[in-house]
């Protein structure tokens, strides 16, 4: 199960669907509330990036860097903290002694090992590498004559960097088996590319790579180049076979942002067009993991208003598919507001040739800056996420927070007091794609309810909080899940019930 807020209605018989949006937010109380911005928006930092920010993730634990030097006098990246899936931040002890401006920051991750979370970040044309962990200083990947990057890292504890060379034009990439402090293994891509963006590696630690084709350009602008793609598979660790060279994104339009995602076999290649006043998204999509892509997909495409600066990340639950956030501009004069300037979310599961439509997430609105800061995704398992972005508080500018599951469609019937632990039988069952579960709890405790496969596998977390005493009912939104019997389980101060549920699509 993902997208708790949506309803999604899938017309079996061809590829079209409606969509009622319904957004929630539970208060301290839990009653049920209206709230048309998504969620209430949780503080990360009070001062404003100079640079980039970039959301990584390892084991419970959220990490959010920040390019900014106001926060303390010796720091240029300050990391904030979360063991609460973004409830509270903490500003960590470690962080960059180095005062500039970043070109760009990514987390990268790299099996399951306890320290195996990094960040990269490029200043100056220099590419370095920080252990966030373990805090050994930080050390340069490689100095100086690189316009940009992009790293991920393999289930198996291998990181792959793709690098932009300024003089040559090349794309050379590098491996590392050691967690990134040595790079034997190295090819090149292309003597005619730039700006490298890759997927992140997950199903069968395969990626796609897209970067400009720099023999395609029109004119002197170098981001009206076709985007190309290529995909990349790990043979053995730290060692990638490539396949589907091929120009993908060919609108003679600058494309000043594109960024791939895959899953499942699914990829979407996402990426802007045009100039300022008419900044609209699209996507291309292949569905034989970058064999073949479609023509351009309306991503969103939206007159008076300019759709940039985008994030993207995957889920796997379920059907699996893609969760997209970006910031809408009305190009009005004056401040932003929430009614003017919005960021915006929407996800396409891997079996919709579309997206759903926008929801908007912000409280604090958004504006552009040449700092640079656009927001991050950090997917949180089993089937919630979270975004950081930079929003606008009066005068100031501060670093915010929110997540999916803020908004549960969760609601306590006040008017009924509970007298026992029980769990219900949800209605309708069986169900497409939406049904009821009731449930009732004597005493205030922490309460989970969680959703299973035949195999005993969790393919949803629905609760994960402190509820009060009461009687409630949640709305179970199953779209992305397929055809099937599954179990739900309610467990609090000792309770524990389950029951059997039914979708048939």
Same mark, same amino acid.
């Given at each position: 199960?993902k997208?708790?807020?949506?309803?999604?209605?899938?017309?079996?018989?061809?590829?079209?669907?409606?969509? %009622?949006?319904?957004?929630?937010?539970i208060?301290?109380?839990?009653?049920?509330?209206?709230?048309?911005?998504?969620?209430?928006?949780?503080?990360?930092?009070?001062? #404003?990036?100079?640079?980039?920010?970039?959301?990584g993730?390892?084991?419970?634990?959220?990490?959010i860097?920040?390019?900014? !030097?106001l926060?303390?006098? /010796?720091?240029?990246?300050?990391?904030?903290?979360?063991?609460?899936? $973004?409830?509270?931040?903490?500003?960590?002890l %470690?962080?960059?002694?180095?005062?500039?401006?970043? &070109?760009?920051?990514?987390?990268?991750?790299?099996?399951?090992?306890?320290?195996?979370i990094?960040?990269?970040?490029?200043y100056?044309?220099?590419?370095?590498?920080?252990?966030?962990?373990?805090?050994?200083?930080?050390?340069?990947?490689?100095?100086?004559g690189?316009?940009?990057?992009?790293?991920?890292?393999?289930?198996?504890?291998?990181?792959y960097?793709f690098?932009?060379?300024?003089?040559?034009n090349?794309?050379?990439?590098?491996?590392?088996?050691?967690?990134?402090? !040595?790079?034997?293994?190295?090819?090149?891509? !292309?003597?005619?590319?730039?700006?490298?963006?890759?997927?992140?590696m997950?199903t069968?630690?395969?990626?796609?790579?897209?970067?400009?084709?720099?023999?395609?350009?029109?004119?002197?602008?170098?981001? @009206?180049?076709?985007?190309?793609?290529?995909?990349?598979?790990?043979?053995?660790?730290g060692?990638?076979?490539?396949?589907?060279?091929?120009?993908?994104?060919? #609108?003679?339009?600058?494309?000043?942002?594109?960024?791939?995602?895959? !899953?499942?076999?699914?990829v979407?290649?996402?990426? @802007?067009?045009?100039?300022?006043?008419?900044i609209?998204?699209?996507?291309?999509?292949s569905?034989?993991a970058?064999?073949?892509?479609?023509?351009?997909?309306?991503?969103?495409?939206?007159?008076?208003?300019?759709?940039?600066?985008?994030?993207? &990340?995957? =889920?796997q639950?379920?059907?699996?598919g893609?969760?997209l956030?970006?910031?809408?501009?009305?190009?009005?004069?004056?401040?932003?507001?929430?009614n @003017?300037?919005?960021?915006?979310?929407?996800?396409?599961p891997?079996?919709?040739?579309?997206?759903?439509?926008?929801?908007?997430?912000?409280?604090?609105?958004?504006?552009?800056?040449?700092?640079?800061?656009?927001?991050?995704?950090? +997917?949180?398992?089993s089937?919630?996420?979270?975004?950081?972005w930079?929003?606008? &508080? $009066?005068?100031?500018?501060?670093?915010?927070? &929110?997540?999916?599951?803020?908004?549960?469609?969760?609601?306590?019937? /006040?008017?009924?007091?509970?007298?026992?632990?029980?769990?219900?039988?949800n209605?309708?069952?069986?169900?497409?794609?939406?049904?009821?579960?009731k449930?009732?709890?004597?005493? %205030? *405790?922490?309460?989970t309810?969680?959703?299973?496969?035949?195999?005993g +596998?969790?393919?949803?977390?629905?609760?994960? +909080? %402190?509820l009060?005493?009461?009687?409630?009912?949640?709305?179970?939104?199953?779209?992305?899940?397929?055809? *099937?019997?599954?179990? =739900?389980?309610? #467990?609090?101060? *000792?309770f524990?019930?389950?029951?059997?549920?039914?979708?048939?699509?």
């Open positions: 199960m997208k708790l807020i949506l309803f999604l209605l899938i017309i079996l018989s061809g590829v079209s669907f409606s969509q %009622n949006i319904v957004e929630k937010a208060l301290s109380n839990n009653n049920l509330q209206e709230n048309p911005t998504w969620g209430n928006d949780i503080l990360v930092s009070s001062f #404003e990036p100079i640079g980039p920010i970039a959301g993730k390892l084991g419970n634990t959220l990490y860097a920040i390019n900014d !030097t926060a303390t006098s /010796n720091l240029g990246i300050i990391l904030f903290k979360s063991t609460n899936n $973004g409830n509270n931040w903490t500003l960590s %470690n962080g960059i002694a180095l005062r500039g401006k970043m &070109d760009r920051m990514v987390f990268a991750n790299c099996g399951p090992g306890p320290d195996s990094y960040l990269f970040f490029q100056q044309n220099t590419i370095y590498r920080w252990n966030v962990i373990n805090n050994i200083g930080f050390q340069i990947f490689t100095t100086g690189f316009r940009s990057f992009d790293i991920t890292g393999s289930s198996t504890g291998a990181l960097i690098l932009d060379a300024i003089s040559s090349q794309i050379p990439r590098y491996a590392s088996t050691d967690g990134g402090y !040595t790079w034997p293994i190295t090819a090149v891509v !292309t003597s005619s590319g730039a700006i490298p963006r890759v997927s992140k997950v069968g630690d395969t990626l796609i790579l897209s970067y400009y084709n720099i023999t395609t350009i029109v004119g002197s602008d170098t981001a @009206t180049a076709y985007i190309r793609t290529a995909r990349y598979s790990q043979t053995s660790n060692t990638l076979a490539s396949a589907y060279f091929q120009d993908v994104a060919t #609108e003679g339009l600058p494309k000043h942002e594109f960024k791939p995602a895959m !899953t499942k076999g699914v979407w290649l996402i990426y @802007t067009t045009g100039t300022t006043g008419n609209n998204i699209y996507g291309r999509r569905i034989n970058g064999q073949n892509f479609s023509s351009a997909i309306n991503v969103a495409v939206n007159p008076n208003v300019d759709e940039y600066w985008f994030s993207i &990340d995957v =889920y639950v379920g059907v699996g893609f969760d956030v970006y910031y809408s501009d009305s190009l009005q004069s004056g401040p932003s507001t929430n @003017t300037d919005k960021l915006l979310y929407c996800f396409s891997t079996t919709l040739p579309e997206f759903s439509l926008p929801v908007q997430i912000s409280q604090y609105p958004p504006g552009w800056s040449a700092a640079d800061y656009k927001p991050s995704i950090i +997917e949180i398992p089937n919630d996420f979270g975004v950081t930079v929003g606008a &508080d $009066g005068v100031s500018k501060r670093v915010y927070w &929110d997540r999916l599951l803020y908004t549960t469609r969760i609601k306590n019937e /006040n008017s009924v007091t509970a007298e026992k632990f029980s769990l219900e039988q209605y309708p069952n069986p169900f497409n794609p939406t049904t009821t579960i449930f009732e709890i004597p005493e %205030n *405790g922490f309460v309810l969680k959703v299973y496969n035949v195999l +596998e969790e393919v949803a977390t629905l609760i994960s +909080e %402190n009060n005493y009461g009687i409630y009912t949640y709305d179970f939104d199953a779209s992305n899940l397929s055809s *099937g019997i599954y179990f =739900y389980t309610l #467990e609090t101060k *000792g524990k019930d389950t029951k059997k549920m039914v979708i048939i699509k």
